[in-house]
């Protein structure tokens, strides 16, 4: 488990054994958010447990950064009574009910206030981040959609992440799967350079 602050932790996915991304949990003196759930029913246990080893507050909302099931895989599991937390394009694909964002909200967890952001993407249709302090945990938001050797591209959704991204004030990206956390400038570097000139593979 890695801290990064007292209110957020992350639990490592293993892209190794096929793609399973991280958990993160926020939490706030009143209640607690799971960003994601991945795909791995062990990883879900080890998080609920931890919650409820450290005497933290109850996970009582997941939020949602798309659809994929290396996501969302894991709902299946998911105690009953958390709120989940989605895009409306997102919510077509749970089979339980879904509070729909229909815009960027603030969540209060107690004490502690975190932003749910609908964001435009390559990767999927439907994409949320979340704001924590300086932290911005992209999902995949920020990656392309990959059909074998072949990629989505659309220069319009690739103009429109630059701005968005560009109007979040956070300092570090944090993605979803295992990739390095980057800076704004660098972000902001690679979705400019995306806009003018279309897919970048130096980029992880």
């Known amino acids: 488990m890695e801290k990064l602050s007292d209110h957020i932790f992350v639990l490592p996915g293993h892209d190794s054994q096929g793609p399973n ?27 609920l447990a931890f919650c409820k080893n450290e005497g933290l507050s109850a996970v009582k909302f997941v939020a949602l950064t798309h659809f994929h099931d290396d996501h969302i895989g894991n709902l299946i599991y998911l105690p009953s009574g958390i709120e989940i937390l989605a895009s409306k394009n997102t ?70 992440m630059e701005k968005k991204v560009e ?13 390095p956390n980057h800076t704004k400038a660098e972000v902001m570097d690679y979705l400019t350079r995306l806009a003018q000139n279309g897919i970048q593979n130096d980029w992880e």
């Open 21 to 47: 991304p991280k958990i993160v949990l926020l939490t706030g003196k009143e209640s607690s958010l799971l960003i994601d759930v991945s795909n791995d029913p062990k990883q879900l246990d080890e998080m």
């Open 167 to 179: 109007s979040i004030p956070f300092g570090i990206a944090v993605s979803a799967h295992d990739s």
């Open 91 to 160: 919510a077509r694909y749970i089979n339980r009910p879904v509070t729909i964002l229909e815009k960027d909200t603030i969540l209060d967890l107690g004490g502690y206030a975190i932003s749910l952001i609908l964001v435009p993407s390559l990767h999927a249709k439907g994409c949320l981040d979340v704001l924590a302090e300086n932290y911005l945990f992209v999902g995949d938001s920020l990656y392309y959609r990959q059909s074998g050797s072949s990629y989505y591209y659309n220069p319009q959704i690739a103009y429109e």
